[in-house]
């Protein structure tokens, strides 16, 4: 009901504005857009809170440079007001006190800068704060509440997101990514702004058709570049070239938030009510498609547990296989620092290998202050995760540490510095805070050619596309850790019921 009033008011304002426009002659006033963000995908299983600290923050004409969407807007001769821009690897659930600071510079900025034409959020989707039932919600409409009913509000989401019906219905524009593993985020963003400056210009006030789908997997059953999600996502662009539509997203969700929300979802954008129907229409179309062939949302590589896919690793007959430790996959927040991988390694007597990585600044600062060539006797990971990890006990020889020239005095709360250790041809890369080793790059860094090596070993569920463009073989060991793959066991409370595959006899229809 309110949307409807609020898309009501709107177009009186808009007619109102258009009639003053025709009688005073044409005006060259620019879009006015503010530009604000909060992006964070929270794991509510892990017991530790991210906090200011823990975020990238750019603030003002800084959170402008280098960004492809702001660059889009200023060949656009758009006024943009910038004002925070706030970005967190995932992990644990944020700390109030600091998304209340990151949400008051936003509604802070809204102030100062008077009356605006629209507000564009970069977001994530999966944002869950300490306290809050739904802080996405809760900074929507506080931003709503001071835009004003004829501001436009638009966002750009990953499709890991989880999105409540009272959340999207403050939006008036949104768009999410369309490819995961994640390849298209600034062409995400871009289109974002892009669709919402054509909304200011020809003076629409769109609205969002959403359908939340009872259907809870963990991304790496949700790969868009193969079937059942393949011909899915390719019918977006589709979607949005049909008359009176302008975007459609599928979102695969997060499922280690573990919020009512949580699951799959759809929405379809269209230019106003007169196209409500038809939006509403596709949206429950491609519902009901991805509820049809829920059975076929599987893994698109081999699972096994560590032990089994050691085993296979090392009978393959590939000169390498990869082998991602997906219960401390820090891209879905766990911790990064559960060593069990590297023990079982060592059980098995490997003697040539990579682990990639286990976050330990303690062991990393040994490193550097003994060298390069020198002999250590560390105390590896086991610190952020305590449930399903513990410390290892290890000795080796420094392989690589940060040339001293490239540290700062004092390691600054997001510098990476890591260090390698061969504990007889396991390489073990140490890193003194939580990073992913997501392409070739990340291990040339240290000094490494991964494809050297027989296994190697990543923090992830399924690989960022630039380590799957090269790897000869893939196994996903289903380790324990805060990014479990078997959700079907994880401790829900939160979760609506009965979704899927929790409740895998229930029936549904859009």
Known sequence: MYSFLRSALHAALTALLLLTAGCAGETDDPVRMLTGGIRHESNTFIPIHTTEADFTIRRGVDALEDQPWAVYLQEEDVDVVPTVHAYASPFGVVAAETYERFKQEILDGLREAGTVDAVYLDMHGALHVEGYDDAQLDLVRSVRELAGPAALIGASFDLH?????SFVDELDMMTAYRTAPHVDGDETRVRAVRR????????LRPVIAHVNVPILIPGEKGITSVEPLKSLYEQLPEIEGREGLVDASIFVGMPWTDVHRAGMSVQVVAE?????GAAEEEARRLAEALWDRRH????????AGIDEAIRIALNAPESTVF????GDNTTAGAAGDNPLVVERLLAHGVDDAVVAGVVDPQAVQQ???AGVGASVNLVVGGRLDTVFGEPLEVTGTVRYVTPPDARSGEPGPLEVRPAVVDLGGVLLVLLNRRRSFTSPADFEAVNINPLDHKIVVVKLGYLFQG?????????MALTPGFAYQVVENLPYEQVRRPIYPL????????
Do not use: H, Q
């Open 323 to 326: 082998i991602t430790d997906s």
């Open 467 to 475: 380590l799957r463009d090269i790897a000869p073989r893939t196994i």
């Open 272 to 276: 106003g009510e007169r196209y409500r």
């Open 367 to 369: 490193c550097e202050e």
């Open 161 to 165: 997101g989880n999105l409540s019906a």
């Open 296 to 303: 076929e949302l599987k893994f698109d590589v081999p699972t």
């Open 196 to 203: 919402l400056l054509e909304a200011v210009r020809e003076g």
């Open 503 to 510: 409740d895998p006899d229930m029936t549904w229809a859009p």
